[in-house]
């Protein structure tokens, strides 16, 4: 139990284009989910925190203009990088937090970015 | 013998030692802590995690242990196989329930030498 899908696995796509991620909880209802970015060789830094039902909540330095979030539904949220630059190459990785006195985070398998 | 990287700090082990990979935490508020591990181009998978009321748990194969006094974590792993190669996080939580996100430490990559 607990899986968290993203869909797609990989992406390339060319500059000013728009991408979006989705993030499934599959066999539980996710009220909170997060995104992260990962860059070659360091840890998941956070960019925002899903909410379903109301608006995300960005970390400090992370545009919400550019990385649209939708919590549509208890099982899914989306990421929408817009305009996408080659900087924006990164690996963006989903979790879902399972409520409960753990309050554990399942996390995605990951969506490999390529701004080209 | 244990080295740092550019990014992140390097464990080499001999396929059946221990390893023992090691965090410090900044926030004295956090009380949940949780051990992930990370292969590479795949997302983070639950190890192991422990509440700040305890200072030591066990799994299969693995030990968390938490020195709340001087902010540190440390994850054991017994008779370290090859399959155990991979990045490895701490990340911390102010409250094991409620809404506050995680905050991940840089990493450990564990190489297991067979």
């Known amino acids: 139990g607990a899986v968290v899908s993203q869909h797609p696995s990989r992406v390339i796509c060319k500059s000013g284009t728009s991408v979006k991620i989705e993030c499934r909880s599959l066999?539980?209802?996710?009220?909170?989910m997060f995104w992260y970015r990962q860059f070659p060789k360091q840890s998941l830094m956070l960019m925002a925190t899903s909410n379903e039902g109301s608006k995300a909540t960005y970390e400090q330095g992370v545009e919400k203009d550019k990385f649209l979030i939708n919590h549509a539904s208890l099982t899914l949220s989306t990421l929408t990088v817009t305009s996408a630059h080659p900087e924006d190459s990164s690996f963006y990785i989903c979790?879902?937090?399972?409520?409960?006195?753990?309050?554990?985070?399942?996390f995605g398998p990951g969506t490999r970015l390529t701004v080209l | 013998g244990e080295s740092v990287g550019l990014h992140l700090p390097t464990l080499s082990v001999q396929e059946g030692d221990n390893s023992i990979i090691n965090c410090a935490y900044s926030?004295?508020?956090?009380?949940?802590f949780i051990w992930y591990k990370q292969e590479s181009g795949k997302g983070p998978q639950f190890i192991i995690d422990i509440r700040s009321n305890m200072d030591k748990r066990q799994g299969q194969r693995v030990t968390v242990l938490l020195n709340k006094t001087v902010k540190h974590l440390s994850l054991q792993i017994a008779a370290t196989q090859p399959g155990d190669s991979a990045v490895y996080f701490c990340?911390?939580?102010?409250?094991?329930?409620?809404?506050?996100?995680?905050?991940f430490g840089k990493g450990t990559r564990l190489s297991v030498i067979a």
């Open positions: 066999d539980f209802q996710a009220t909170t």
């Open positions: 926030n004295s508020a956090s009380d949940y």
């Open positions: 979790s879902a937090r399972l409520a409960g006195a753990r309050n554990e985070q399942f």
């Open positions: 990340a911390e939580n102010i409250t094991p329930s409620g809404n506050t996100p995680l905050v």
